[in-house]
């Protein structure tokens, strides 16, 4: 099954606290919002309008704007959760 990544209500590279709505996220049953899940800086993987896997891992966060810099400069790959 996949998912419509409707909005980012965030940009890439910004400040987010736990709990903050971070993704709008929508599949053929409903449409939700997705909350970050820890204090951090976050980096996008997914674009909006994309489709994605229910599984895929559509962006992250990360503690330091040196460990974002990092992850900035990796190439793109498709992460699964389990």
């Known amino acids: ?14 400040h987010v606290d736990g709990g903050q ?5 929508e599949t053929a049953k409903t449409q939700w919002e997705v ?3 820890a204090l951090g800086f976050v980096h996008i993987l997914v ?4 489709r994605a ?3 895929r891992v559509v962006g992250l966060i990360v503690e330091t704007k ?3 810099a990092k992850v ?3 190439p793109a790959q ?3 959760t389990r």
């Open 1 to 14: 099954q996949d998912a419509l990544l409707v909005e980012w209500k965030v940009n890439e590279g910004d």
């Open 21 to 25: 709505i971070v993704l709008v996220i």
């Open 35 to 37: 909350e970050a899940t």
């Open 47 to 50: 674009p909006a309008d994309e």
């Open 53 to 55: 896997n229910v599984a």
């Open 66 to 68: 040196e460990e974002l």
């Open 72 to 74: 900035q400069a990796e």
């Open 78 to 80: 498709e992460i699964y």
